[in-house]
T-cell receptor, first 115, second 113 residues
Framework: DADVTQTPRNRITKTGKRIMLECSQTKGHDRMYWYRQDPGLGLRLIYYSFDVKDINKGEISDGYSVSRQAQAKFSLSLESAIPNQTALYFC??????????????FGDGTRLSIL | AQTVTQSQPEMSVQEAETVTLSCTYDTSESNYYLFWYKQPPSRQMILVIRQEAYKQQNATENRFSVNFQKAAKSFSLKISDSQLGDTAMYFCAFKGGSEKLVFGKGTKLTVNP
């Protein structure tokens, strides 16, 4: 089983719909992240959480919200989806207790298309 | 704010040859970490190699090595004996005191048979 699991893998929906992307991890990491990937733009940070009670905005948080339901779960919501939110979304985790060179571990991504 | 620049949007190399991907970054911090991630067509993000800024020795992982030039703020990735499975997007990433990763825009590498 994957250490970082994202659901759904793919989603097509309509403008104005509320959408939730879910992420769960079995790595025991305290830190979790949501990124968005667009062609030619790399990965950009949407939100991040260093523990259950700590939620922070990233570079592009407008139009998104998150919930850290437990140490292992971090969900991303689009309250009213718009077409320019069509992208590949990644969840990642890292160990805040480890050395600074600890990498982030990524899920397999959710490809979201908004019509 | 830190920025990461990958100046080569696309590159190609023949199988078994060597290729170098460029990455430069901008920061005022003295202690930080640098990473290269690989994203094959399967879209997974896979860590290739990492480097601590306080280490002068360049990191090496099998066929992958880096040329870290701290004064020049350069962190290039060299892939030796390129294989078809190396075909992927490659992302350079920076992590400083904020503990957040900042990614470059990526380089698409194609390995030709």
């Amino acid at each position: 089983d994957a250490d970082v699991t994202q659901t759904p893998r793919n989603r097509i929906t309509k403008t104005g719909k509320r959408i939730m992307l879910e992420c769960s991890q079995t790595k025991g990491h305290d830190r979790m992240y949501w990124y968005r990937q667009d062609p030619g733009l790399g990965l950009r940070l949407i939100y991040y959480s260093f523990d259950v009670k700590d939620i922070n905005k990233g570079e592009i948080s407008d139009g998104y919200s998150v919930s850290r339901q437990a140490q292992a779960k971090f969900s991303l919501s689009l309250e009213s989806a718009i077409p320019n939110q069509t992208a590949l979304y990644f969840c990642a985790t890292s160990d805040g207790q480890g050395a600074g060179n600890q990498p982030q571990h990524f899920g397999d991504g959710t490809r979201l298309s908004i019509l | 704010a830190q920025t990461v620049t990958q100046s080569q949007p696309e590159m190609s190399v023949q199988e078994a040859e060597t290729v170098t991907l460029s990455c430069t970054y901008d920061t005022s911090e003295s202690n930080y970490y640098l990473f290269w991630y690989k994203q094959p067509p399967s879209r997974q993000m896979i860590l290739v190699i990492r480097q601590e800024a306080y280490k002068q020795q360049n990191a090496t992982e099998n066929r992958f090595s880096v040329n870290f030039q701290k004064a020049a703020k350069s962190f290039s990735l060299k892939i030796s004996d390129s294989q078809l499975g190396d075909t992927a997007m490659y992302f350079c990433a920076f992590k400083g005191g904020s503990e957040k990763l900042v990614f470059g825009k990526g380089t698409k590498l194609t390995v030709n048979p």
